[in-house]
């Protein structure tokens, strides 16, 4: 536990909420919040389950179980109540599955800021991969295997492949090709997938095929998930996972399982009845999902034109709520600005008044010109701006949005003027 | 993570839930759960609480902080709001500094069932030091000092020393005097003394007199502590810890930041609001306490009678809602049903209706006849049944808590008929 820092992003998140205070205007696009307002039959539901001060299960309730399982079964992954443990948020349930599984773990590079910090915490080592060039959120096929080969000559034990669908933070989503692909790899290999799904129900266009390392690979994948994303939910930490059927998935959940009870006890009893009803999906909340996923989508795919037209090349985005440019193409005229490399870039946009996750602090390469935007920050400042952004059946066309994406793109437009 | 198992608690817990759900009829006392229903102003602000749906700082808010602040200053034991940190239930915190200070724990036996697993999940050795005759919670400072020295002539390198005041599983609470003593030895071992006060408000003599570690050794005492025990609300996991004041205490506490910003984010926010309300202790929380630590002692000290009336010999309970009995008095008699170690006499005593934590699953010998019995299991089966527990004032006459205490009397008179 040498060079302890705080997770990258919740550190910014601090530095922008003292920034502000101090009267420094800044748009935040370094957070990955879904900046909406909380769900009302959700908090209804918070409010009836105060009721349950006991401990539960471990694991979570039967009924929670059971509707976390029709979730996934709904999804084309058929699931009993038996394979599901819920907790205090996906991150929890991610450190479990470090702790029980043995070996390294290999990565998307760029990544999620917390998967290498918490193989580190469990003894592991992070094999960063490169992604392709057509999305994020998996490794390169060729160069998995090169990197299995490369870490086995170092000494090193890859075990464990971590592939997040969508991705944050390229906000794209591998297509089915590429799964089965990497499945295969897994497979071969003898590794675990986690498939981080967070973001799954934050697909934009509803008609996009999503195919699951789940179905392909059933026996070897653990999928994780949580309310944080899909539905605003990140400060009541909710989350599940899901484990395979059979004797090694039997094997992992029980570990983790035993993990949980010593590290955390169980989720909280009033927030599974709230994940109980939102993993029960009724009409409601699956119109929820649906707006929000719109709206996501529209804001995305708005930033994602400003970062071209600033001379970005950059991804695409089809899911969650971030694109991640690339400005390789005008580094000869970002070093007029002495922005050579990831933190120089990070710095520059802050200077501009725009807040981004620089590049390196995902794992990517330090000397790219890359960086995460979240583009959920985009909605408005109060709970009234949130909620017609939602409303709203073209979101850019709100007053309050148009004035937030214009100075985006002023700061943005300024990059490279 | 070979051997994983359950925390045995938790797993006992769920094996008499599947027992009575075939028809068995079994008295718990295995579980330390204060069996009491939550407290409705606290049920007021989790549901006013219910609009916080956004991440906020990891360490939680400032108001929290200042209220857990507060709480610590009112004990003597004067409190920045800086030092605090709050978290989903006292184990992670726990699990945290684990992973944040090097070396190995030194654990009093017997001892709450976590801690040496927590240890051994960050890659330390337990090092368990037997308890004083008069209480337990801590290790007894002779056997401390040579536990110490053989530790290292083993390579051992302990560095935390653990105390539960007022003891889970004994009930009993270390006398200033023993505290005195053992915050020298760990001063002069240069051990970082980590001061889990959970049950500090379940004292049940309010005259008792309380002297925490981090009154004596302020520079190397973390205090943990959690509502789940003082206001019955396990169920909500509520945790808080205090960090000393200067530079160590301050790497620590960052230390312990960071691993909660990977590993849990930061406590669900709507509980943020139940804590800084409880915390900040208005008057109908501090009424509740004395009415919770009165009701606790009351059944508490009955059950310690029927011990002493079956033959074991036992400390008096002053604190928490335990009673650990020790049947080596009667091991010959015992011999006879063919009890002689810690696991056969627990048997006996779920046989003759009575469920009980063993002494080996708390760290104790395993040949010693003694187990941990949870007395606030015994308020009643309904919530109005309990709440009448709470209101009266001799709760031992209330029916439904005399037939509960009837039930305990019978099953410990036939174990050594």
Redesign the interface.
Known sequence: ?ND????PN??L??LVAQRRAAGESLVHLG?G?S?L??FAP??ER??AG?????????AGSPEVRAAVAGYFGRRNIPTGADQIVVA??S??LL?ALG??V?GDVILPRPAWN?YA??AR?A?KHPIAVAIPEECGGVPDPAALRESITAARVLGRDPRILILTLPDNPTGTLAPPALIRELCAIAEEEGLLIVSDEIYRDVVHDPATEFLSPAEVAPASTVVVTGLSKSL??????IGAARFPHGPWGEWIR??V???A???????????QSVAEYAFGEPEDIRERLRASARLHGAVAREVHRITIAAGARCRPPTGAFYVYPDFEPVRAELGKYEVTDSPTLARRMLDLGIVVLAGHLLGDEGEALRFKCATSMLYGETVEEQQLALDAPDPLALAHVRSLLERVEEGFMRLVP
């Open positions: 536990m302890m820092r705080m997770s919740l550190a998140n601090q957070f919040e900046r307002p909380p959700l908090m918070l409010a105060a009721t349950r001060n006991a401990y539960g299960p471990v205090p948020g991150k929890p450190m702790l029980v043995p917390t910090p918490q915490l003894g605003a939910l990140g400060g009541w930490r029980s570990g399982v035993s993990v009870s010593e590290v955390w006890s169980t989720l909280a009893a009033p927030m």
